[in-house]
């Protein structure tokens, strides 16, 4: 099992940045691909980005794409969203999810067994 807790939302304007972090506790977090999703108020959990084991392999949604970027420090049992040119429509909570051990990176949230309490983004225009 792996705990993981988000920080770094809050309120920002139409164009800003903010950094997500997602602290992990457990001995298996170098092992496991890390993804981020993220859900607006009425609408579905979405994919945002994911990361594999090594931080060699990434994933974008196509909405985030040239915006967002997804890292990893293993050592500090991390993951980092930095989020770049922010919009109203990022508008959501995000939450941090660990895979399913050994688990490449994917889009699916059936393939993350992990799950932090997320953190709000709000984005005003």
């Known amino acids: 099992q792996v705990q993981l807790v988000e920080s770094g939302g809050g309120l920002v304007q139409a164009g800003g940045s903010l950094r997500l972090s997602c602290a992990a506790s457990?001995?298996?977090?170098?092992?496991?691909?890390m993804g981020w999703f993220r859900q607006a108020p009425g609408k579905e959990r979405a994919f945002v980005a994911a990361i594999n084991w090594s931080g060699g392999d990434t994933i974008y949604a196509d909405s985030v794409k040239g915006r967002f970027t997804i890292s990893r420090d293993n050592l500090k049992n991390s993951v980092y969203l930095q989020m770049n040119s922010l919009e109203p429509e990022d508008t959501a909570v995000y939450y941090c999810?660990?895979?399913?051990?050994?688990?490449?990176?994917?889009?699916?949230?059936?393939?993350?067994?992990?799950w932090g309490q997320g953190t709000q983004v709000t984005v005003s225009s």
């Open positions: 457990g001995r298996t977090f170098s092992s496991r691909a």
């Open positions: 999810a660990a895979s399913r051990l050994g688990g490449r990176t994917s889009y699916l949230t059936t393939a993350y067994n992990n």
